[in-house]
């Protein structure tokens, strides 16, 4: 039996619910006597319940025992991509449409560090079209200089050259051709290294592209992704290569795709141009998106690095102040 698919709750309970009482179905979890459904608040859709059936069964609408989720909130990676040991941005990942940042890779890690960043991505663009580790004097001295993890991708293509980074203190290493290409050589990684091996897919017009985004392919990323589900990879990167470095937004359907496809979490990347582009990923966090990698928004000053961790950050400021909804409303 499906139940209704609107629920609302006891008006005893509004006072403490932050305003919200009208419940929609989203999803079901657990079995038997733990079954319980999960459902949004129809005026904000992040705000979840997790409500054991039987208690709906009884008709007893709000009782204690409910479990609220954990508010969504997401990461934010500065992404410094290198080319001749510069820091630049591609638009469309295309190699002859650059934009020069900084000459300085290891000041502007220590910038974003600074403002609050948590984790760096780094990607070796000479190594990604080339195949050869290109940019590593600047890759070394930025893990060696900042005291937040970093990860790297970018001409990763065999298993010494993954195990030599991670030696040298990157906390992940990104793998996208190698990914694609033998995808048994990722699984053997990430078995040897829990929570360490990333697999990038990058993404044009749905099919997997790969060395520097030269190379199309027929495989769907959604495929890829699945492919990995059980794999102990750490996380999917999804790059949406129309949209990256255009600051035109992120492609929210093809991100859909990609954390419905996948098990492992998947993290953002590519378009993100403003605010409200940061903000429209947050319903997406239930299924799966714990991150998001931002660029040329964030060196051009369009996205201030504290104001967005501020808007989507575990400590959002919209949560600030609110009361807490837990087993305690009766
Ligand atoms: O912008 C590009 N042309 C580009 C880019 N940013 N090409 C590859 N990459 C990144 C991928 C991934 O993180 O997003 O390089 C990594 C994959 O490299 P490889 O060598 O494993 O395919």
Redesign the pocket.
Known sequence: MRPSPAYTAQAAALASSGGYRHFRWVGERGRGSQRCLELAAVLDPAFRLVVPLRELRNRQLWQPGWQQLPRPAMQIIPAI?LLDGHCVR?HQ???DQVTRFSDDPVAQALSWQAQGAERLHL?D?D???S?QPTNDAAVKAITAALAIPVQL?????SAARAEELLACGLDRV??????LEQPELVEALAARHPGRIVV?I?AKDGKVA????IEASNTEATDLARRFSSSGIAAI?S?DIAT?GTLAGPNLEALRAMAEASSVPVIA?GGIGCLEHLLSLLPLAPLGIEAVIVGRALYDGRVVLAEALQAIGPNRLQDVGEPPLSADIA
């Open positions: 991509d591609l990942g295309d190699y990607v663009l190594g990604a079209r195949g991708g970018g001409g990763v293509r990104i793998l996208g051709t190698v990914a990038g990058d790969t060395r520097g985004w990167i790059t990256d990347s």
